[in-house]
């Protein structure tokens, strides 16, 4: 019986057993309009899954269907899904259709195949807006309104994660990112580098302030609605700039980064006395808060010119 077991459990381990896959279904500001979806799945062309969802049931966005692949580490898995704009979908003719296909990945991965509905595909648009385009060619299917192959390598695949619909991948953050990265710079209307120890001056305001313009690149972290904040403190003296936090939405930027510029740090923020920074080194800190709970840092040790450049 312990052989017999044994055996059993590495069949289900083995290299060729097949991994976890899910279909992760998004729409893009359709909320509110599309009222029922009609999701079917099949695996080697045998229908897995036909469900029906109802706005006026639940929320229409997201749903999850698992993938049952019956033991076959190569079954092909497709995916249709059909908006209507009314709650019966047999009342209606769907408004907007997306496919997709992928072969399901090998144990032990956790994989999601993402399928978004996005406006740019909606064939039929509320208030005589764009309509987009009824991909009809095998294997085609509408993506940000246009036709395009509908099949996904395995390997590019998301990682499944229970927070998967706020991780969309973004110009900032793509699927399956690595750890991230900040890196300090300067500039007013664009990113440039900062080497430690490099000599910045402080500007005057037009309200009367002295500040350094902040500026830095960023990778693997959210795009938008990120808090980005800014720290500085005198080495060896406990003085400190008063914090600076904004949410802002980064550009992107080349190498697979992103940035973000014009940050108007203010040294004397707060009624601080100006003059325990100037002609002093200052360690400057930037630190990125995304809204999936991730964060990163970055350093840059700085000197600051004894003398303020006028406004």
Known sequence: MRLRLFALVCVACGPGAP?????????????????????????????????????????????????????????NVAVRVEGFITDDPSASSPVIVRTARTTMPRAPANDLLRV?????CVTSPPAGGLAGPTCTAPGQTCIAGSCVGDGIDPSNLEI????W????????????????????????????????????????????????????????LKQSGSTTTVTASVPGTGATVSPYAVVFTFDPDEGGFCK???LRFQLDANNADLSQFLGHPLD?????????????S???????DPNVLPL
């Open 19 to 75: 991994g976890t896959l899910t279909v992760g279904v998004q729409g893009e500001a359709l909320d509110g309009w599309l009222q029922s979806l009609h999701v079917v799945t099949t695996v080697d062309g045998q229908t897995e899954t036909d469900e029906v969802f109802h706005a006026s049931r639940a929320d229409l966005f997201p749903q999850e269907i698992k993938i049952d692949a019956r033991g076959n580490a190569k079954a």
């Open 116 to 120: 978004r509905l996005d406006t740019w």
């Open 160 to 163: 499944y994660s229970a927070n």
């Open 165 to 220: 619909a706020l991780d969309t991948p973004d110009a900032c953050r793509p699927a399956n990112p690595g750890a991230p990265v900040i890196v300090v710079g300067q500039g007013q209307t664009d990113y440039l580098p900062l080497a430690d120890g490099q000599t910045l001056q402080a500007q005057t305001g037009p309200q009367g302030g002295h500040h350094i313009w902040i500026a830095l690149r960023m990778q693997n």
């Open 260 to 262: 973000l510029y014009g």
């Open 284 to 296: 400057v800190k930037v630190e990125v808060h995304d809204v999936l709970g991730e964060a990163g």
């Open 298 to 304: 970055g350093t840059v040790h700085l000197n600051i």
